[in-house]
């Protein structure tokens, strides 16, 4: 399974993007697609996640309310909508898939495929 991830750049805080993760993988099935993010100096930060058995969503809190994770299996891609970006949240920004995970957790150790990351700068 490969794992790319785009959409990533320069925005101004209060502004939106939105990043795709596009997968070599013929369907979904049971996986569950994760994004993560990290700064340097820090440790990886579970984003969201979606558990494609029944298409629930988990947040970090401190995305909740302002990220959303959604999905086209058709294209095999995932999307993360980000929305009244701040400069916190600027990070490299990663993909993952737990295969056959069916639950969504933020938890770093369960996912075993990760795209090569990509960069969101959010400027003040």
């Known amino acids: 399974v490969q794992l790319v991830e785009s959409g990533g750049g320069l925005v101004e805080a209060g502004g939106s993007l939105r990043l795709s993760c596009t997968t070599s993988?013929?369907?979904?099935?049971?996986?569950?697609v994760g994004w993560f993010r990290q700064v340097p100096g820090k440790e990886r930060e579970g984003v969201s996640c979606?558990?494609?058995?029944?298409?629930?969503?988990r947040y970090g809190d401190s995305v909740q309310g302002r990220f959303t994770m959604s999905s086209d299996d058709t294209k095999k891609t995932v999307y993360l909508q980000m929305n009244s970006l701040r400069p916190e949240d600027t990070a490299v920004y990663y993909c993952?898939?737990?295969?056959?995970?069916?639950?969504?957790?933020?938890?770093?150790?369960?996912?075993?495929?990760w795209g090569k990351g990509i960069q969101v700068t959010v400027s003040s």
């Open positions: 993952a898939v737990d295969q056959g995970g069916n639950l969504c957790r933020l938890r770093e150790a369960r996912y075993d495929t």
């Open positions: 993988r013929f369907h979904f099935g049971n996986d569950v």
């Open positions: 979606i558990a494609f058995r029944d298409s629930s969503t």
